[in-house]
C-alpha cells in the first residue's frame, strides 16, 4: 500500500466512529466488529476475511494515540493539498505516495506499523534535520487484541487458557526476505542498502525513500509466492495464556511480549486480552466480594437459629441466624470471597431470604393461627400508613 493510499483511507468510517470518538469507543467498535467478521466465525468466507483485515487495521492506527496523531495530520495535509503544489506554486514537485513509499503501513489481521513518526518527523527527515527514520531500523511488533471467556470458577481463582491469535509475522517460505525459495535479495545501487535518496531542490536538500526498493534497501527480483516479496504473512497461531486470579467482567489484561512479532529484529507488540465471565448460578460478584442468597425458614427467622451456607469451591461455613432477622438481611463470611490481587481474600455476602410455605396443615397451622391471634394487636403497617399520610 502507499503512502497515499493509506491517507485516503477513512478508518474512522471503516470501524463506523465519529472523528472524535474516544479510544473506549474505538476499542468497543473494533470488538463488536471483530467478533463478527473473524476468520474462525466465517470460515472460507473471503469477504469476511479482508474486512477483519480491513478492521484491523484501522483500529491498530485509532486505537494507538500517537499514531492516531500521526494519521490525523496527514489525512489534514493530503486533504489541504499540502504536498501537491507544482512549481511556482510554493509547493514541492512530489506525489504524497513518493513520501511514503517506503514508509512502514499499518498491518493487518493484528498487525500494525503506521508512520515510521509524525508529521514534524516527516519534515525533519526531509530537510535533513533530526527525527529522520528509516525504513530499514527495527520495529515493534504491534499490539494484538483478543477475547476471552471464563466460567464463574475460573474468573475468581485464576486459569490459564488457550488463546488462538491471528496476526502478522515474518512470511515462513521465505524467512521474511520476501524472496523466492533458493534465491536471495539484493542490495539496491540506486540508494546504496540505505533506502533514502537525496535530491538537490534549490537551497535545500531533499531526502525521500528510494522509489526504486521503495524504501527496503533491497530488491527482490524473483518474489516470494506466498508473500509476493513483502516478506509478511498471517499466520494463526495458539498459545495457553494465563488469567490472573480476581479478574471481572469486560477487564483487559495486557500481556508483554506477547503481540505480534517485530520487523527487522524489533521486540514483539503485547497482547491484550478482554475477559468475558459466565455468570454462576448460585454465587454472585460484588468486586472482591461473592454473594449468595440462603433461604430460612420463618421460625428461624423469628427465633434465631444456626444454618449451614455453601461457599465457592470449599466446605460449608456455619452461621448464626440472629432472632427477629429481617428478610434480606445480609450477613459476611469474612475470608470466603474473590481472589485479590495480594493473594488475600474478600467476603462472601449472605443475604437471607424468608421461605413462607405454600401449605399449612395441622399442628403447623394450628400454631400459626394461634400466633396470629396473639399478635393482632400489632399492625405492621401502621408506620408505612403514618408516613403516607405525613408526606
Avoid: W
Wanted: glycine share 16%; aromatic share 6%.
Amino acid at each position: 500500500m502507499s503512502g497515499k493510499d493509506y491517507v485516503e483511507k477513512d478508518y474512522y468510517k471503516v470501524l463506523g466512529v465519529p472523528k472524535d470518538a474516544s479510544i473506549a469507543e474505538i476499542k468497543k467498535a473494533y470488538r463488536k466488529l471483530a467478533r463478527e467478521f473473524h476468520p474462525d466465525a466465517n470460515k472460507g468466507d473471503k469477504a469476511a476475511e479482508e474486512r477483519f483485515k480491513e478492521i484491523s487495521e484501522a483500529n491498530d492506527v485509532l486505537s494507538d494515540p500517537k499514531r492516531r496523531k500521526d494519521y490525523d495530520e496527514a489525512r489534514t495535509l493530503f486533504a489541504n493539498g499540502g504536498f501537491r503544489g507544482g512549481a511556482g506554486q510554493g509547493g514541492f514537485n512530489f506525489d504524497l505516495g513518493d513520501l511514503f513509499g517506503g514508509a512502514g503501513q499499518p498491518g493487518q489481521g493484528g498487525q500494525g506499523g503506521g508512520f515510521g513518526g509524525g508529521v514534524g518527523d516527516l519534515f525533519g527527515g526531509l530537510f535533513g534535520g533530526r527525527g529522520r527514520t528509516t525504513s530499514t531500523q527495527p520495529r515493534r511488533g504491534a499490539d494484538v487484541e483478543s477475547e476471552v471467556t471464563l466460567s464463574f470458577v475460573e474468573a475468581v481463582e485464576g486459569a490459564t487458557v488457550p488463546i488462538r491469535m491471528t496476526s502478522q509475522s515474518p512470511c515462513k517460505a521465505c524467512a521474511g526476505t520476501g524472496a523466492k525459495a533458493g534465491t536471495t535479495p539484493r542490495v539496491c545501487p540506486t540508494c546504496v542498502g540505505t533506502g533514502h535518496v537525496s535530491r538537490g531542490q534549490g537551497s535545500f536538500a531533499l531526502s525521500e525513500p528510494c522509489r526504486d526498493c521503495k524504501g527496503r534497501g533491497l530488491l527482490v527480483d524473483d518474489p516470494c509466492e506466498v508473500c509476493h516479496g513483502s516478506g509478511r504473512a498471517t499466520s494463526a497461531r495458539t498459545m495457553q495464556v494465563r488469567i490472573p486470579a480476581g479478574v471481572g467482567e469486560d477487564q483487559r489484561i495486557r500481556l508483554k511480549g506477547k503481540g505480534a512479532q517485530g520487523e527487522r529484529g524489533g521486540p514483539a507488540g503485547d497482547l491484550y486480552v478482554t475477559v468475558h465471565v459466565t455468570p454462576h448460578p448460585v454465587f454472585g460478584r460484588r468486586g472482591d466480594n461473592l454473594t449468595v442468597t440462603v433461604p430460612v425458614s420463618f421460625p428461624e427467622a423469628a427465633l434465631g437459629g444456626t444454618i449451614r451456607v455453601p461457599t465457592l469451591g470449599g466446605p460449608a461455613v456455619t452461621m448464626k441466624i440472629p432472632a427477629g432477622t429481617a428478610n434480606g438481611r445480609t450477613m459476611r463470611a469474612r475470608g470466603k470471597g474473590a481472589v485479590r490481587k495480594d493473594g488475600t481474600r474478600g467476603d462472601l455476602l449472605v443475604t437471607v431470604e424468608v421461605t413462607v410455605p405454600l401449605e399449612t396443615e395441622g399442628e403447623a397451622r394450628a400454631a400459626l393461627t394461634k400466633y396470629r391471634e396473639a399478635t393482632a394487636a400489632e399492625d405492621p403497617r401502621a408506620a408505612l400508613f403514618k408516613a403516607a399520610e405525613e408526606a
